[in-house]
Nanobody
Framework: QVQLAESGGGLVQAGGSLRLSCAAS????????MGWFRQAVGKEREFVAA?????????RYTDSVKGRFTISRDNAKNTVYLQMNSLKPGDTAVYYC?????????????????????WGQGTQVTVSS
């Protein structure tokens, strides 16, 4: 099965940037749709961004991060990224990487937690004001 490991979180001032990485190992990656979710203290885990497999031509974002965050993938490195710019205190959360197991490329991206099969342990992002 696929194992996912997030990295790149940290403390940043409002307006700053971070790039999160999610390294996949232990199985097929390049055709798996991938997603980023986050969970703030006292809140449910929420969808942030998603990308389809292979070339990643299908990307989607939650409204609160559109124009600020960019999801991308590098299949040669078995890695998906979340570039986060213009960070706000409201972005403070633990960020999780997720992968959906698909036998073959679907071309789809997914918004719901229940549509993913594999999850990383999360990386903390804290944005100070």
């Amino acid at each position: 099965q696929v194992q996912l490991a997030e990295s790149g979180g940290g403390l940043v001032q409002a307006g700053g940037s971070l790039r999160l990485s999610c390294a996949a190992s232990g199985g097929t990656f390049r055709h798996y749709p991938m997603g980023w979710f986050r969970q703030a203290v006292g809140k449910e885990r929420e969808f942030v961004a998603a990308i389809s497999g292979w070339s990643g031509g299908n990307t989607r974002y939650t409204d609160s991060v559109k124009g600020r965050f960019t999801i991308s993938r590098d299949n040669a490195k078995n890695t998906v990224y979340l570039q986060m710019n213009s960070l706000k205190p409201g972005d403070t959360a633990v960020y999780y990487c997720a992968a959906r197991r698909e036998t073959y490329y679907s071309g789809r991206s997914y918004l719901n937690e229940g549509e993913y099969d594999y999850w990383g342990q999360g990386t903390q992002v804290t944005v100070s004001s």
